[in-house]
């Protein structure tokens, strides 16, 4: 146990280095650029990592409630890491972002405090994976369900394609085709990988124990219900402001034009020089 937490408190930060110092002296970008897309990169692997393995227990696990797989647990403890560091790499962005805008420097209570101000949800989310998920994957469910968690593991097949879509725009490339068809793919990934992950979560074990779905949540034990409860409107809400980002760029006039005056009128941007 304690080897796969060392392994995974080494591994994503250690990776994290390796990418950033990578873009930094073998493609000469800035310390703020390769900081946040080596966050993204590592955040992107890890989901990689994550949905492979969660795709490996799934099949394995012909009795949803009883069958065991090794790496259930083991990728539990080595992913656990990966939530404190990414609140750490999150903050590091941040700060490069608002240095970057402008912002002077100052003591270090003002970046904080607007981080945690900026991504509460996120940050909360976080700890909630590793104080609350993690003991209960590991102990609480009392060895069952590896076929959930497996479930679980796969939500993270739309996070690559979030890491994409902030780095295009990172990069002013929100206008290209390759960000729509990524936007496609984040909103369809999103969707059916974490929106219908937890409805179908109770219709799976509804149909396997032969109860109706509405009973399910009687049956099933609290922490379940409790984790359901507060991470499924999470998903909601992050789906909710994907959507909304979709339309604005569906409805956003092309580069080189502004909207001025009634609705279907057009003119050219000046460059501002």
Known sequence: MACLLLAGSVFFPGLYLLFKQALMHLWGWSEGDAATVSTRLVSSLQAVMATCIGGIIVAACADIINDRHWLTDSYILFATPYFVYDVFAMFVCDCHKHQVKGHPPGSWRAPVTRF??????????????VAFCCPVSLVWRGGKGDYFQGLLFMAELSTPFVSLGKVLI?????????HKVNGVMMMLTFFFCRVLLFPFLYVAYSRFVGIPVHQVAAMAPWQCNLGAAL???????????????????????????VSEGPPGTLRPRHSGH
């Open 116 to 129: 945690l101000r900026r991504d509460a949800l996120m940050v909360l989310h976080h700890i909630f994976m």
């Open 170 to 178: 990172q990069f002013k490339l929100q206008h290209t085709l390759l």
């Open 231 to 257: 991470l499924w409107p999470l998903q909601l809400y992050w789906f909710l402001l994907i959507c909304r980002g979709a339309v604005r760029l569906l409805t956003r006039p092309p580069p080189g034009q």
